[in-house]
């Protein structure tokens, strides 16, 4: 079974403090609330990418992973 896997670099709500090369990679936060809240009401189980590296893989699923660790994703 497939997986949609989302990977997220950094989110910010401006991209003043944020260096020109990255910006592409940037997610304002209420599109990543509009994301994280679709994710939950399609009903598919979802795992951060080590669990779902470990599981079977065998369900449809989304997996969320997280580039570089910016201090954004913590928060």
């Known amino acids: 079974m497939p997986a949609l896997i989302l990977m997220y670099?950094?989110?910010?709500e401006t991209l003043?403090?944020?260096?020109?090369?990255?910006?592409?990679?940037v997610l304002?936060?209420?599109v990543f609330r509009?994301?994280?809240r679709?994710?939950?009401?399609?009903?598919?189980?979802n795992f951060i990418v080590g669990d779902w590296c470990a599981s079977s893989r065998q369900v449809r699923?989304?997996?969320?992973?997280f580039d570089d660790g910016h201090?954004?994703?913590?928060?």
């Open 61 to 65: 699923a989304v997996v969320l992973t």
């Open 71 to 75: 201090t954004s994703n913590y928060d």
């Open 9 to 12: 670099h950094d989110i910010a």
């Open 16 to 25: 003043q403090s944020i260096a020109p090369g990255h910006r592409p990679y």
């Open 34 to 36: 509009r994301q994280m």
């Open 28 to 30: 304002d936060p209420k």
């Open 38 to 45: 679709a994710i939950v009401d399609s009903d598919l189980p």
